[in-house]
């Protein structure tokens, strides 16, 4: 049995929440907690072991899709490889049930983890930065539509091989996705992630018009899509090994 783990740290409110809250606990309520924490460790020091562990061996699998992804995208491709990959982060926003401060979050985090890793060059592209950053803020579905669309802006200018760019962001996807079930306990935000990274495959492949490759490997897409079963991670995703099987359908037929 799978139990849902919500990802630490998924936005920076977090940490500020969590800094204000330490600051507020005093005197005789520091110590206790002190006791309490202390008591915790001791009792259930091993189970925290291996969840850092397996945060750790998430993290690294994510890292390794993008960096296996970008590694091995023609130099024409990559800079609409890093407006999609951006993308799927504002797509995921977008489908998420739980509001605008769900979203914000959600939007958040792919600017830490895509844009900020190489400002200048979504610069470069013609990515208005403000009119992300609002939507990272707001989570306010106008404000998504706004970032979105500016990125499909900058990606029409952009070119590259679509084929290449679904590639890449299947392999994104991938990688993330081994990170979702670790030690039988599932990651709602990792789950999201890679969802968002499969949106904007579909939308780059549905953008690209007639196109030989993609249109050889929609349905394998479609199928490989069709293993997130929404927006919310269930109790029992489907598991990493069927995702990685039908990632390299996908990856055979683009070939």
Known sequence: MTVLRPKLWTSLSAAVLLSAGVAACGGEAGEAGGAGKAAAVG????????????????????EQGAAQAYGAIPAESKAALQLAHLKGFFLIAQEQKDGPEAAAALAGQGMLEVFDKDPDAFRA??????????AAQSGAAADLNAAIANLDAAAAKAGGDPAEVVKGLVSVAEGIYRGVIMEGVVDPIEYQHSLGSILAAQSVAAKAGDNPKLSAAKAELDKLAAMWTGATAPETPTPAQQVSAQASRVQLALS
Do not use: W
């Not at 189970?47 to 061996?57: D, F, H, L």
């Open 43 to 62: 009792e259930g020091g091993e189970a925290a072991e291996k969840g850092a562990q397996a945060v750790g061996e998430g993290g690294e699998a994510a």
């Open 125 to 134: 592209a013609g990515v208005d930065e403000a009119v992300l950053r609002k």
